[in-house]
């Protein structure tokens, strides 16, 4: 990775779009360039860079994608592995750019998201959850396990969100449902402990 682009990045992830766009063109990165321009709201430029590479770059494809999602355009569909990599980050850099309408149409597209990736519905709650919106992440927790009813993870994401909301005796019940599934899965494990440590806790104030 040269240093140019190691700088774009720096810039990127510190949301100073506009500098990071600078770098990218030296380096004629245009799924980057795609992808400030978007986050700067500039849409047509966005899609001028994606369809430049849309034939050889699969995330550039989905670019485009996002690009009629965000407008409830659901035309063409993504393929399993690009809703797997992309739709969680996606709906994450609309959130924490404030970009909220955007991140509402994206997930108002779920059920089309779903049928080129089923998983679709947790990807969008543990996106939701790392963003703070608990009730919402725990919807799409349960409309992931209505079709993966034996998801670790899913219970692990719905585990977390109870007890953030302070709700511990359904996080640690969720949390044993975890471990039914799968015993040794260390996460779970983990926070368990978190769980049973916040309990503990509780009782000793009282």
Known sequence: MTKIELKAKEHFYKKEYNEALELFSKINNNYALGLCNLLLKNEKEAKKFWSQNKKHCPACQFGLVILDLIKLKMNKQPSFFQTRAQLEIY????????LIEWAENLISCCDFLYRS?????????RALYSNGYFDLAITFCKKSLRLF?????AFLI??????LKNDLKEALDLINKVLDIVSDYYPAILFKKIIKDKIDETHNKT
Do not use: R, T
Not at 91 to 98: A, H, I
Not at 117 to 125: G, H, T, V
Not at 158 to 163: G, K
């Open 91 to 98: 709906l994450n850099l609309f959130l924490e750019n404030n």
């Open 117 to 125: 990736n089923p998983e679709s519905y947790k990807f969008i709650a």
């Open 149 to 153: 009813y034996c998801d670790p993870e």
């Open 158 to 163: 719905l585990s977390q969100c109870h007890f």
